[in-house]
């Protein structure tokens, strides 16, 4: 369905399909906050963030595997609480879940929709106002990374040979890299990551330095 088919209006309102409103997802929480990191940081956004993932990695600080089901009508609901018309759907991996009913209800309504995914599940065209891509792939080398494009590259920096991305940067308007940060680990620890990244983002311009910096304000 094209995105033109998918929002359909009787004047002012909405006209929702039942079958989109009973839509299930997993869901770990719905929060308010501003963009901490990449491209957008500093705009406040909408976060719903799903439940389950595709990979394990060493340094996630999400427990997706605890979440409740909700029903598109009821997640509609408590988006609608907060006064901003920007969401990014994250997780876990949000694409997991078929978006096309969220994605009919929300654009139907004016929001703007965001994705971070760490790229393994390609994301259908029209689905989506803004791609970030943060592949794993430094750390699950086997994984095959099937989204390629988008409009942000988000890698997290561990050490590994920055050439690895050099045909992938080439499908992204913006590249970002991002120092490791794990909050079990000590300032030492997280200082060394964030200084060995701004060197080699020193050394290497065609990326951009990004920081959690809504970890350092205690937000989510
Ligand atoms: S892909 Fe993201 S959500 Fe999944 S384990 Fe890695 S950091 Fe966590």
Known sequence: MSVDESCVRAGDKPVDNPTDLAAEYPIVEVFHSVQGEGYHAGIPH????FGN??????WCDTDFLTFKTMNAIDLLGEISN???KRIIFTGGE???QDLWPLHRLLKARGYTLS??????IEVPEGLLDWICVSPKD??????????RTGDELKCVFIGQDLSMYDELRQGFK????????MELESVEWNGKNFAETEAIVKQNPQWRL???????????
Do not use: A, I
């Not at 909408?46 to 963030?49: A, D, I, L, S, Y």
């Not at 430094?138 to 989204?147: G, S, T």
């Not at 990004?210 to 989510?220: A, P, Y």
């Open 115 to 120: 994705v971070e995914t760490n790229g393994t």
């Open 138 to 147: 430094q750390m699950y080398p086997d994984v095959k990374l099937r989204q």
């Open 46 to 49: 909408v976060f719903v963030r």
């Open 82 to 84: 907060f006064d901003c």
């Open 174 to 181: 913006h590249n970002f890299l991002q120092p490791c940060y």
């Open 210 to 220: 990004s920081l959690q910096t809504h970890k350092w304000m205690g937000v989510d």
């Open 53 to 58: 993932c595709n990979l394990r990695c060493e």
């Open 94 to 96: 949000p694409m997991l």
